[in-house]
T-cell receptor, first 114, second 114 residues
Framework: GESVGLHLPTLSVQEGDNSIINCAYS??????FIWYKQESGKGPQFIID?????DKRQGQRVTVLLNKTVKHLSLQIAATQPGDSAVYFC?????????????FGTGTKLQVIP | DTGVSQNPRHKITKRGQNVTFRCDPI?????LYWYRQTLGQGPEFLTY????????KSRLLSDRFSAERPKGSFSTLEIQRTEQGDSAMYLC????????????FGEGSRLTVL
């Protein structure tokens, strides 16, 4: 069935360093993945997405890598800033036709050390 | 601003009482989602509306839960005879109207059942 999960519950990173958050999924038919960021007291916020016909996608300071062979994706944040401190969720979107059936993983808490 | 307002932001109630949460998305988006998030976990899908039609419900939505979207604009989520296990953040989300998997979440309604 659909399942996404994260390897580490907490990640501490020095300000200015790069962060890498990993995620594994179990459904080999999954073809659309999304990363969300959730700050304390707020709802999740979309960061970046990737479809299975790509293995890399870049945004502003963020890069998502998808390895379909081992069913793994990662979120890389360059030059991590204090404002990046949050919980990060990988999610799989199994919807179609405008219906977004988003299944979230457990989350990794990113702590940025000033 | 994600274009989704939820109220109340916090609700404390005694076990057995009924509670109702309201979600107001900006008007022109016809798809609306409810999620539940417990501490330390990712959001879990509860139900989905397209206009006023409730098209999908999760198994998590027991018969004590009911959601409505009477005019295809705002939505309500009611929990009857609350139990301590209902304590969670209830999140409402809309889509962008396009084909991306981006969900725009409100800030949620946090329920504490004593």
């Amino acid at each position: 069935g659909e399942s996404v999960g994260l390897h580490l519950p907490t990640l501490s990173v020095q300000e200015g360093d790069n962060s890498i958050i990993n995620c594994a999924y179990s459904n080999s038919a999954s073809d659309y993945f999304i990363w969300y960021k959730q700050e304390s007291g707020k709802g999740p916020q979309f960061i970046i997405d990737i479809r299975s016909n790509m293995d890399k996608r870049q945004g502003q300071r963020v890069t998502v890598l998808l390895n379909k062979t081992v069913k793994h994706l990662s979120l890389q944040i360059a030059a991590t800033q204090p404002g990046d401190s949050a919980v990060y969720f990988c999610a799989e979107n199994g919807g179609s036709g405008g219906y977004q059936k988003v299944t979230f993983g457990t989350g990794t808490k990113l702590q940025v050390i000033p | 601003d994600t274009g989704v307002s939820q109220n109340p932001r916090h609700k404390i109630t005694k076990r057995g009482q009924n509670v109702t949460f309201r979600c107001d998305p900006i008007s022109e988006h016809n798809r609306l989602y409810w999620y539940r998030q417990t501490l330390g976990q990712g959001p879990e899908f509860l139900t989905y509306f397209q206009n006023e039609a409730q098209l999908e419900k999760s198994r998590l939505l027991s018969d004590r839960f009911s959601a409505e979207r009477p005019k295809g604009s705002f939505s309500t989520l009611e929990i009857q005879r609350t139990e301590q296990g209902d304590s969670a953040m209830y999140l409402c989300a809309r889509t962008s109207g396009g084909n991306t998997g981006e969900l725009f979440f409100g800030e949620g309604s946090r329920l504490t059942v004593l």
